[in-house]
T-cell receptor, first 116, second 111 residues
């Protein structure tokens, strides 16, 4: 099956700890994205990558880091600098720049991160 | 930055009725998309309408786009309990920029 997989589904973080959320896709998409969702806030963009070894900050990048060493993978690290990390994190992928026209994004099932 | 703003924030209807959700945005767009999210799950793409299109249909879904008013509407006809979900509009202002999502409309369809 083609798709985008996030793991784990639930994650608990202690104060001062870094945690990494996994996102893998086998859709051969160039572009990958991380969004954060808080209740009533919709989706806010954290980071995105349109090509391997390159990524861009989104609206709320502070306290987060990413890497894009492989086309299939775009892990997100929530660092101890992120003071309010409890949220639902969504990873997505899409075809990049297809003739200048954006195409649909495919989403993973999300990771719910809770600070304990 | 939130580009799209859905209206209403929440909508409750009886099964069989039509549901209409609206989305307003601020800057010019390349295309507008609608997504659905079941509680605690990822988003699923419903329909994409390009800036040079005015109306699009897909099954029980009808989307309109008015670029002069910077607004779009999503109509779900003959709603079913299984349509209960949150619905989001998303926009991009070029083919190379990430989608920007609104806050969504929570639809409840009562059987």
């Amino acid at each position: 099956d083609g798709g985008i997989t996030q793991s784990p589904k639930y994650l608990f973080r202690k104060e001062g700890q870094n945690v990494t959320l996994s996102c893998e896709q086998n859709l051969n998409h160039d572009a990958m994205y991380w969004y954060r969702q808080d209740p009533g806030q919709g989706l806010r963009l954290i980071y995105y990558s349109q090509i391997v070894n390159d990524f861009q900050k989104g609206d709320i990048a502070e306290g987060y880091s990413v890497s894009r060493e492989k086309k299939e993978s775009f892990p997100l690290t929530v660092t101890s600098a992120q003071k309010n990390p409890t949220a639902f994190y969504l990873c997505a992928s899409s075809i990049f720049g297809s003739g200048g026209r954006n195409t649909e994004a495919f989403f993973g099932q999300g990771t719910r991160l809770t600070v304990v | 930055s939130q580009q799209g703003e859905e209206d209403p924030q929440a909508l409750s209807i009886q099964e069989g009725e039509n549901a209409t959700m609206n989305c307003s945005y601020k800057t010019s767009i390349n295309n507008l998309q609608w997504y659905r999210q079941n509680s605690g799950r990822g988003l699923v793409h419903l329909i994409l309408i390009r800036s040079n299109e005015r109306e699009k249909h897909s099954g029980r879904l009808r989307v309109t786009l008015d670029t002069s008013k910077k607004s779009s509407s999503l109509l779900i006809t003959a709603s079913r309990a299984a349509d209960t979900a949150s619905y989001f509009c998303a926009t991009d202002n070029s083919g190379n920029t990430p989608l920007v999502f609104g806050k969504g409309t929570r639809l409840s369809v009562i059987a």
